[in-house]
């Protein structure tokens, strides 16, 4: 990381030597310059609006405070974190949404999502309520606030199929990613060289 940094700050302290030595050669200004002409005024009075395609703030302050707790961790935990980071980029698609629905039941599981699971299971017996509250776990917190502004406006007969449809769906890719993860680990389990068992 330091040794990525140092170039970057050599070139900045380059920039600004650079930028000393020419505010020093620098010619005098001429004398009696022509006045420059006026805007037009469509250009004059037409409000300024910042260019398209800026960076994000927020992105960028999220990207630096996530170098600031890379900058602060330890040797032993930057490894573990690469060891994570590449066990990852070796999974399939299927296998990360397969992990991201398993690990959305645990860090997602919050007392106010667990009580209003139980309110929609109180609406919707119907629903299984183990789909139910694994699709509530696993929606996204914008997921869910549109669909609790969506059965807010639509009529009562209506909002069981809504919700219905919504549970049904994410029961089929789950059910999808899910056997796509078994076969593609008993397939790597196939692969794994059995040990060698040294003789006596």
Do not use: H
């Not at 070139?11 to 006026?38: T, Y």
């Amino acid at each position: 990381m330091v040794g990525a940094t140092k170039p970057f700050i050599q070139g900045i302290l380059l920039f600004c030597a650079l930028g000393i030595c020419l505010q020093g050669w620098a010619l005098p200004s001429p004398e009696n310059l022509p006045v420059p002409p006026p805007l037009p005024p469509s250009l004059k009075n037409k409000p300024l609006t910042p260019p398209p395609n800026l960076p994000d703030p927020t992105e960028l302050y999220a990207q630096l405070n996530q170098l600031g707790d890379l900058l602060n961790m330890s040797p032993e935990k930057l490894n573990k974190l690469r060891q994570t980071i590449e066990f990852i980029e070796k999974m399939s698609p299927n296998e990360r949404e397969a992990m991201r629905i398993r690990i959305s039941q645990i860090t997602q599981s919050t007392p106010e999502l667990k009580k209003e699971i139980q309110e929609l299971v109180s609406r919707f017996p119907e629903i299984p309520i183990s789909n139910l509250s694994q699709f509530w776990f696993a929606a996204s917190k914008d997921e869910r606030t549109l669909i609790r502004q969506s059965l807010e406006s639509l009529e009562e007969d209506k909002q069981f199929p809504f919700l219905s449809a919504k549970v049904e769906a994410f029961v089929k890719k789950r059910d999808e990613v899910f056997d796509s993860m078994r076969t593609s680990l008993e397939q790597k389990r196939k692969n794994i060289p059995s040990p060698t068992v040294p003789k006596p």
